[in-house]
């Protein structure tokens, strides 16, 4: 099949928006966390999170424009911190759930069964079940001109995650912490690593680093 402008324009918005949305491939199952000014807490599953830079550690966030509250945005834009949590495949669905549009005054914490914690000094609630899990403090945020979405960018400033999760390179490994990934507005996938490959030269031939995962 081949898709042409006029006839992505044209298709019915639902299966444009599935289509499209499945077009970037596997994606980081994330929750953020925020709380407002009256500690009142709030998580909501994101996809878009993507690694801007390592030195400061920043991480960029697409947030939707919506007619209705957004309260991750506007509780993150307020105090200027929220965390970013791993999802794992035991508690998916809750993670999953979410995404539903709770009045500002439930917490999805509450309404999900997942548990809350907090680091000293830091505004937003981490999610306790999350084996790897960071707070970020905002530090740029613009609203796109093309479609009005948001663009938040963080600087991760705490981070936890298993030591053992943590390999001697300083690279993660993301199926020992159990991480899923996540495709369109509605898979869950497990993932199995295949190889891991050296830095590539041109003077070189690709070469793994580590034999296949099994
Ligand atoms: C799998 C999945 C991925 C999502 N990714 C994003 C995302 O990257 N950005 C976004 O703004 N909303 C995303 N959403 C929608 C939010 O989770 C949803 O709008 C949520 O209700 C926002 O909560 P809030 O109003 O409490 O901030 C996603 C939803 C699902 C199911």
């Known amino acids: 099949m081949h898709f042409h402008r006029d006839d992505l324009a044209g298709l019915e ?4 928006a599935a289509l499209v949305n499945s077009l970037t491939g596997f994606k980081s199952a994330n929750l953020v966390g925020t ?3 009256h500690g009142q807490t709030n ?11 390592s030195h400061p550690p920043l991480i960029a966030l697409v947030i939707r424009p919506d007619p209705v509250e957004r309260h991750t945005l506007s509780n993150l834009l307020a105090s200027g911190c929220y965390t970013l949590n791993h999802v794992r495949a035991e508690w998916l669905e809750a993670a999953h759930q979410t995404a539903a549009r709770y009045p500002r005054e439930q917490s999805e914490f509450a309404a999900t069964g997942l548990s809350e914690g907090w680091w000293p000094e830091f505004p937003a609630p981490f ?14 945020h613009q609203e796109l001109a093309i479609n009005r979405t948001h663009l938040v960018i963080g600087e991760v400033t ?10 001697e390179d300083g690279s993660v490994d993301l199926e020992s912490a159990g991480s899923l990934a ?3 507005l509605d898979s869950y996938h497990a ?11 041109p003077d070189r031939p690709p070469r793994a680093v580590e034999g296949p995962a099994d």
């Open 35 to 37: 709380a407002d000014e």
């Open 13 to 16: 918005s639902r299966y444009r």
């Open 127 to 140: 999610v306790r079940e999350a084996t790897i899990r960071m707070g970020l403090r905002l530090r740029e």
């Open 191 to 201: 993932t199995r690593r295949l190889r891991r490959m050296a830095y590539a030269k």
């Open 43 to 53: 998580l909501a599953i994101m996809s878009s999170a993507v690694h801007l830079g």
């Open 182 to 184: 996540l495709s369109g």
């Open 158 to 167: 705490q981070l936890e995650l298993p030591e053992d999760c943590l390999r």
